[in-house]
């Protein structure tokens, strides 16, 4: 019932940057917090940055001062902006999102939480 599709993976050069976005589509009436978390190859999930709907941010402490998190309220939208990429941050990126659904023409539903299906982020030279 939600959607959500990340874009902007790719490969990068040690000391690169790349922008990833998320659009989350479908019965939304409002989003609670959306997050980026990414896993390496045989290493667990892990929470990179978070963002609430008022504007807070949480950072993984491998990524504060290099990674920016930002959205648009507006259209569903999240972004990771990423710089100073190392090699250790190649993983797939997986945008995660929790609110509430929207049931009829405009009414609160029940919550919803959706992940996306990824996107591979190589850092190599």
């Known amino acids: 019932q939600v959607q959500l599709v990340e874009s902007g993976g790719g490969l990068v050069q040690p000391g690169g940057s790349l922008i990833l976005s998320c659009a989350a589509s479908g019965s939304i009436f409002s989003i609670n917090a959306m997050g980026w978390h990414r896993q390496a190859p045989g290493k667990e999930r892990e929470l990179v940055a978070a963002i609430i709907s008022g504007g807070s941010t949480n950072y993984a402490d491998s990524v504060k001062g290099r990674f920016t998190i930002s959205r648009n309220n507006t259209k569903n939208t999240m972004y990771l902006q990423m710089n100073s990429l190392k090699p250790e941050d190649t993983a797939v990126y997986y945008c995660?999102?929790?609110?509430?659904?929207?049931?009829?023409?405009?009414?609160?539903?029940?919550?919803?939480?959706?992940w996306g299906q990824g996107t591979q982020v190589t850092v190599s030279s």
């Open positions: 995660n999102a929790d609110g509430r659904l929207r049931f009829g023409v405009m009414s609160r539903g029940p919550t919803f939480n959706s």
